[in-house]
């Protein structure tokens, strides 16, 4: 069954369940509230506010029992840290129940908080991508993959590339957990064996689980 694609925030939310649509309309009027001069775009296949035409600020989207926002990364957890521990917070993406309420503050701060680290930098920060056309990583003597770039499988790009929403969640990991996916999956010897395990990473991406 072909994945769906959407050109508009607009058409992501008349596809979402009812319940699921009304939380995540209240947040995306959350984030054009604590960024008024936010600019609506999907990507990746799910819906992003994003300033000035730039990368994306952030990241939001639906599912069944939950709505997602990412990323929050290190700084925000590391100032938001008492805030967070309530909800469900793994490898970059903040999780809320739709039974529970909306937390308007928190989503507001985050928002803000995203908008002066991409004054900081200067431009508005989004995750990195890895591809498959950048270097491997180096060994070391013991056989340990260095920190740094590597390249992405094809089986796992090819999978990814089939789920959008997938392929943010690993773009929003830090390198050392996109190494950990692509180690596991260019282990496998025969190109079968690394079919099967690049299509269970994605279900691991989107349950948020690490991978074996």
Do not use: C
Not at 73 to 98: C, D, P, Q
Not at 132 to 147: D, E, F, L, N
């Amino acid at each position: 069954m072909a994945l769906k694609t959407f050109s508009t925030v607009d058409e992501y939310m008349a596809a979402l369940p009812q319940s699921t649509r009304a939380a995540l309309e209240k947040v995306r009027s959350i984030l054009h509230a604590a960024i008024p001069a936010a600019e609506e775009v999907i990507s990746y296949g799910i819906p992003a506010v994003r300033l000035g035409g730039g990368r994306p600020l952030l990241w939001f989207a639906g599912w069944k029992e939950h709505y997602s926002l990412y990323p929050v990364n290190g700084a925000i957890v590391a100032r938001l840290g008492a805030e967070l521990s309530r909800y469900e917070l793994g490898k970059g993406t903040l999780r809320f129940r739709l039974s529970e309420p909306t937390p308007v503050k928190l989503i507001e701060r985050i928002a803000k908080l995203r908008v002066q680290e991409g004054s900081a930098k200067g431009a508005s920060p989004a995750p990195t991508r890895v591809r498959g056309t950048t270097a491997p990583a180096s060994r070391s003597r013991t056989g340990k993959v260095a920190a740094g770039r590597v390249s992405v499988p094809t089986a796992l790009r090819e999978a990814l590339k089939a789920e959008p929403r997938a392929q943010a969640v690993f773009d929003s990991l830090a390198p050392s957990h996109r190494q950990a996916y692509t180690r596991w999956i260019a282990s496998a010897k025969r190109a079968e064996t690394q079919g099967r395990r690049a299509s269970s990473a994605v279900q691991m991406l989107l349950r948020g689980k690490p991978p074996a």
